[in-house]
């Protein structure tokens, strides 16, 4: 029973945290404004329209948080509804284990085992579904983000917001992100092999033939373009490392534990359960992030 109390307690740690409660500033107060327009010959009109969408946006980041809080606390029950179900079917499984024969008790360990392994990457794949759930909700974030901040003083202040808008990133700032970028050829041909498996399932230690896992989809890829990466996420640290500013179709993206690969455009392409794309992001479930990675032949 060793090997499934393992599992629980890896799964109980890989358990969604409560999201913080967000204080967003409070904006200026704009009860004096019409009374000075009115004094000063101006119009208050741009000042409303600039405190309004500041509000909208506002109620749009707290309406965010709560669905993603709602969508975490979902997966933490059905994590724990996980465990509980490893648990129950590892009892009569364990019973052999006092079968003084060594036949049936290598039966029985070999059948815990396979249920710990079951167990995990049915908890893997929650997560991993979570993360889609959470990329989804989010994406009003990121329209947030890429508006460029504009003054609504003065034409001067337009002019000079607007330019420095310019360069607002959303999620973050990649290559090219007005149009795929070119990259080089084994990883355009490695993304587009990753790309043609968005929904395949997910398969603890799935190397393809019906299921996937991070790495097993991004060696897979890599394979279709004639370079061969190692087996786990952690060890596809190759190649040369590269900027944010600089990503390529292809490149990937690594985490202590999971690995996806950047498929142009801001997005990135991963085994989640199904394979799937998703915005690009540097945090994975509180992995620690090892960077972008572009693999060499």
Not at 73 to 93: F, H, K, M, T
Not at 176 to 199: E, I, K, M, T, Y
Not at 263 to 272: D, F, I, K, P, Y
């Amino acid at each position: 029973m060793l090997v499934i109390m393992q599992a629980i307690a890896q799964i109980s740690r890989l358990s969604p945290q409560e999201l913080p409660a967000i204080a967003l500033p409070q904006g200026p107060s704009l009860g004096s404004v019409d009374e000075l327009a009115r004094i000063t010959g101006g119009s208050p009109a741009a000042l409303h329209r600039a405190h309004r969408s500041l509000e909208a946006d506002k109620h749009t980041v707290h309406q965010v948080r709560d669905r993603a809080a709602t969508l975490a606390r979902q997966c933490l029950v059905d994590l724990l509804g996980i465990g509980s179900e490893l648990l129950r079917q590892a009892i009569p499984l364990a019973l052999g284990l006092v079968v003084p024969n060594p036949a049936v008790q290598a039966a029985s360990r070999a059948g815990l085992e396979a249920l710990a392994a079951r167990g995990i990457a049915q908890a893997m794949a929650r997560l991993s579904h979570l993360m889609g759930e959470l990329a989804a909700v989010a994406r009003p974030l990121l329209d947030i983000a890429q508006t460029a901040v504009q003054s609504a003083c003065s034409d001067s202040g337009r002019a000079a917001a607007h330019s420095l808008g310019q360069g607002v990133p959303g999620s973050c700032a990649v290559g090219s992100s007005s149009g795929p970028a070119a990259g080089s050829s084994a990883g355009q041909a490695a993304a587009q092999a990753a790309l043609s498996q968005v929904g395949t399932p997910y398969t603890w230690g799935g190397t393809g033939s019906g299921g996937f896992d991070c790495s097993g989809l991004t060696q897979w890829a890599y394979r279709q373009a004639g370079i061969e990466l190692p087996r786990l996420a952690q060890e596809q640290t190759v190649g040369v490392q590269v900027p944010a500013d600089q990503l390529q179709p292809g490149d990937l993206v690594v985490w202590d534990g999971h690995v996806a690969m950047y498929s142009g455009n801001g997005q990135m392409v991963e085994a989640g359960d199904p394979v799937q794309t998703n915005p690009l992001r540097t945090t994975n479930m509180g992995m620690a992030f090892k960077g972008f990675w572009r693999p060499t032949g």
